[in-house]
T-cell receptor, first 113, second 113 residues
Framework: DQQVKQNSPSLSVQEGRISILNCDYT??????FLWYKKYPAEGPTFLIS?????DKNEDGRFTVFLNKSAKHLSLHIVPSQPGDSAVYFC????????????FGTGTSLTVIP | DVKVTQSSRYLVKRTGEKVFLECVQD?????MFWYRQDPGLGLRLIYF???????EKGDIPEGYSVSREKKERFSLILESASTNQTSMYLC????????????FGDGTRLSIL
């Protein structure tokens, strides 16, 4: 059973606009969340994380929002750039179990120049 | 910079063969992980290890085994390869400290004929 879901397989956005990628989870015990970015023929690279004690974390053009009551997190990219075109995975874990993460199925983002 | 190196980028094997996938990390990470990535299914955890000679089953361990004889090296073994094990295999490592992201290798594209 998929505990972390990304319901949009793909997303297209114009360069300079905002990209919003969404992720839902079912396990209320998850308390640490990450986003990864993956280019073709490369491994995923860590992008940004958020702990459940926060509802927002920002790093440059990337902001992650966490809504614990809705079990929903989102990644905002502003402004979007062509180099942001990649597959984005969200992941969740229960920290006391160490670093075992559950991954979503990914959203393929295309930023159109 | 963290370096996770997987021994092969592409591998072609035959049904019934015993297959070894090797992974080495250079950051003295305690945790190491093996995932497979399939279209529409995201990253699924096969096995992980918290320490030398320790291993834990992930979500899809059937048909696989692992070996961790040294801290920096984690091997995935397909005991008798089958066509449904054709996939992208990703190795990752992290510190044991809670809230640490995993760092991934570039993956091995394995085809079983």
């Amino acid at each position: 059973d998929q505990q972390v879901k990304q319901n949009s397989p793909s997303l297209s956005v114009q360069e300079g606009r905002i990209s919003i990628l969404n992720c839902d989870y079912t396990n209320s015990m998850f308390d640490y969340f990450l986003w990864y970015k993956k280019y073709p023929a490369e491994g995923p690279t860590f992008l940004i994380s958020i702990s459940s004690i926060k509802d927002k974390n920002e790093d440059g053009r990337f902001t992650v929002f966490l809504n614990k009551s809705a079990k929903h997190l989102s990644l905002h990219i502003v402004p979007s750039q062509p180099g942001d075109s990649a597959v984005y995975f969200c992941a969740a874990s229960r920290q006391f179990t160490g670093n075992q993460f559950y991954f979503g199925t990914g959203t393929s983002l295309t930023v159109i120049p | 910079d963290v370096k996770v190196t997987q021994s092969s980028r592409y591998l072609v094997k035959r049904t019934g063969e015993k297959v070894f996938l090797e992974c080495v990390q250079d950051m003295d990470h305690e945790n190491m992980f093996w995932y497979r990535q399939d279209p529409g299914l995201g990253l699924r955890l096969i096995y992980f290890s918290y320490d030398v000679k320790m291993k834990e089953k992930g979500d899809i361990p059937e048909g696989y085994s692992v070996s961790r004889e040294k801290k920096e090296r984690f091997s995935l073994i397909l005991e008798s390869a089958s066509t449904n094990q054709t996939s992208m295999y990703l190795c990752a490592s992290s510190f044991r400290t809670m809230g640490q992201p995993q760092h991934f290798g570039d993956g091995t594209r394995l085809s079983i004929l």
